[in-house]
């Protein structure tokens, strides 16, 4: 298997521009999870999915922030209008075990604003 | 609350000597515990996990952890470090907010020095 797969792996923009990050998870894998890892916040939950459904969003940080699993093989986080405090590490991550949530992670998407 | 606490945010040691990673949690639930690594510019990858059975768990990489309820400890440790094992470190917790979720610590940074 390929493992979790994102695109873009760096990305820059400036303030105000839409972006929108891509994650294919593992196959069979029915859970999806994105992420957000910076210095100064560590690694933090923004949405979790289950069988395509989002089922947590407590930690996406604002209405800029939108999430999207239209099938079971690729979701997409969007960000807009993006500013500079947005700049971070997104991570996706899958899981297919309901019982310990291991979670496989993708390589990561570099967002730098500017 | 659910939490993990992952004392010292940054550890070195010289090669060949022993490596010691701390991490505490708290969880209302019955915990399921894991280790993960992160090398530089990657995403993170499971070490071990702990779920139910034999409270020390033997990971890769010649990592183990020991699940010490009285304690609510799961430290990290191998005996004799490699300058491969140079990576950040995170301890997680699977815990139940309405859902399950996974908490993640802040990470350990672990040196490794010749």
């Known amino acids: 298997d390929a493992g979790v797969i994102q695109s873009p792996r760096h990305e820059v923009t400036e303030m105000g521009q839409e972006v929108t990050l891509r994650c294919k998870p593992i196959s069979g894998h029915d859970y999806l999870f994105w992420y957000r890892q910076t210095m100064m916040r560590g690694l933090e939950l923004l949405i979790y999915f289950n069988n395509n459904v989002p089922i947590d969003d407590s930690g996406m940080p604002e209405d800029r922030f939108s999430a999207k699993m239209p099938n079971a093989s690729f979701s997409t986080l969007k960000i807009q209008p993006s500013e500079p405090r947005d700049s971070a590490v997104y991570f996706c991550a899958s899981s297919r075990d309901r019982r310990t949530y291991e979670q496989y992670f993708g390589p990561g998407t570099r967002l730098t604003v500017t | 609350a659910q939490s993990v606490t992952q004392l010292g945010s940054h550890v070195s040691v010289s090669e060949g000597a022993l490596v010691l990673l701390r991490c505490n949690y708290s969880?209302?639930?019955?915990?399921?515990l894991f280790w993960y690594v992160q090398y530089p510019n990657q995403g993170l990858q499971l070490l071990l996990k702990y779920t139910t059975g034999a409270t020390l768990v033997k990971g890769i990489n010649g990592f183990e952890a020991e699940f010490k309820k009285s304690e609510t400890s799961f430290h990290l440790t191998k005996p004799s470090a490699h300058m491969s094992d140079a990576a950040e470190y995170f301890c997680?917790?699977?815990?139940?907010?309405?859902?399950?979720?996974?908490?993640f610590g802040a990470g350990t940074r672990l040196f490794v020095k010749a």
């Open positions: 969880s209302s639930v019955p915990p399921y």
């Open positions: 997680a917790v699977r815990t139940y907010t309405g859902g399950f979720k996974t908490i």
